[in-house]
């Protein structure tokens, strides 16, 4: 079974601060894919990042940055100078392969990031 | 392009009734997930569908079901509802449902059970 666990339930920081939100995961598979994902007050849920099991290198998109550490089972977030736009819960997500052909989509149950300008 | 769409927005349903959801995806995107996600919780899997077929189902009990159409768009069913079937349920859509394809979600139907 796959799982999840975002230990950071809810982080306030200052306008510009940096921020990292933690993933630590949970499967026996060796092919799996990893996610963030961003849920604005609205609802939708917004896809940010996916990264691949045997793709360690760490990625670096604008002001977002992800550090993949397979050897810790971890898949960290970081905002450098956050904005009060980057307000939002996000979700980190794990997708393994549960038979039949269907890939299932787990999901950590979030961290609530409040950026107080 | 239209991304993911679901109707209605919002719901409200006493007991023992029943609801049906629907999901139209994005263009091209032939599998279709569902998921529920109860307020301060991450989503949880209830459905995938790929070219018509379920192809994954999560620990739900079978008040639940879905299809989904020839032209990809999909419904969720739920009878008998319970209190704790309120819920945001999210529909989302991938290219063929591999699990390094990204899902993306709709905005939601929210449904109030009374």
């Known amino acids: 079974a796959q799982k999840v666990t975002q230990a950071q339930t809810e982080i306030s920081v200052v306008e510009k601060e940096d921020v990292t939100l933690d993933c630590v995961y949970e499967t026996r598979d060796t092919t799996y894919y990893l996610f963030w994902y961003k849920q604005p007050p609205s609802g939708e849920l917004v896809f940010l990042i996916r990264r691949n099991s045997f793709d360690e290198q760490n990625e670096i998109s604008g002001r977002y940055s992800w550090n993949f550490q397979k050897s810790t089972s971890s898949f960290n977030f970081t905002i450098t100078a956050s904005q009060v736009v980057d307000s939002a819960v996000y979700f980190c997500a794990l997708s393994a392969y549960s038979g039949a052909g269907s890939y299932q989509l787990t999901f950590g149950k979030g961290t609530k990031l409040s950026v107080i300008p | 392009d239209a991304g993911v769409t679901q109707s209605p927005t919002h719901l409200i349903k006493t007991r023992g009734q029943q609801v049906t959801l629907r999901c139209s995806p994005i263009s091209g995107h032939k599998s279709v997930s569902w998921y529920q996600q109860v307020l301060g919780q991450g989503p949880q899997f209830i459905f995938q569908y790929y070219e018509k077929e379920e192809r994954g189902r999560g620990n739900f009990p079978d008040r639940f079901s879905a299809r989904q159409f020839p032209n990809y768009s999909s419904e969720l069913n739920v009878n008998a509802l319970l209190l704790g079937d309120s819920a945001l349920y999210l529909c989302?859509?991938?290219?063929?449902?591999?699990?390094?394809?990204?899902?993306?979600f709709g905005d939601g139907t929210r449904l109030s059970i009374l």
């Open positions: 989302a859509s991938s290219l063929a449902g591999q699990g390094n394809q990204p899902q993306h």
